[in-house]
């Protein structure tokens, strides 16, 4: 029972690093192919508390990742503050470009999500006040409606 949970949340954690783009042509791409909408998670990774916490408490939930995998493609565009966690130079600028168009008043966290043409669908400002299955089931309808 112990091993299975271990597991479980082992899958899970690992499966958060590998899921979200950070490569928006990529993120487009993989978009246009499956034609699924991109979430954009707009976040400062190492000093923004609230982006923190919507990170551990719903992006990193199952319900959330098992629901992302077949419905999102998911876009972080990061703007860590220390140092040492500072983006390469081509993903700085692409995240700059991709915050003048969706986020030009600079909110953290916020989400938006699109569709594969960049067409804003949607809007959270904030973390959002719903747990993490209520947000999830409110992306996922926007998703159903789309298909």
Same mark, same amino acid.
């Given at each position: 029972?112990?091993?299975?949970? !271990? ?16 490569? !928006? ?5 993989? &978009?246009?192919?499956? /034609? ?42 990061? !703007? ?53 299955? &209520? ?10 409606? /789309?298909?």
């Amino acid at each position: 029972m112990i091993k299975s949970l !271990f597991i479980l949340i082992l899958s899970s954690f690992l499966f958060s690093f590998t899921i979200w783009q950070s490569d !928006f042509q990529n993120a487009l791409n993989e &978009a246009k192919g499956k /034609h699924e909408l991109i979430l954009i998670n707009f976040s400062g990774s190492d000093w923004c508390g609230p982006c923190i916490r919507m990170k551990k408490e719903i992006f990193d939930s199952p319900v959330f990742l098992e629901m992302a995998e077949t419905n999102l493609v998911l876009f972080n565009a990061d !703007f860590p503050r220390s140092k040492k966690n500072q983006l390469p130079k081509k993903i700085q600028d692409q995240n700059n470009e991709l915050a003048e168009r969706y986020n030009s008043v600079g909110k953290f966290p916020l989400t938006v999500l699109i569709d594969e043409n960049g067409k804003v669908l949607q809007t959270w400002e904030g973390l959002p006040s719903e747990n993490a299955p &209520a947000f999830t089931a409110s992306i996922k309808k926007i998703c159903d409606a /789309h298909r």
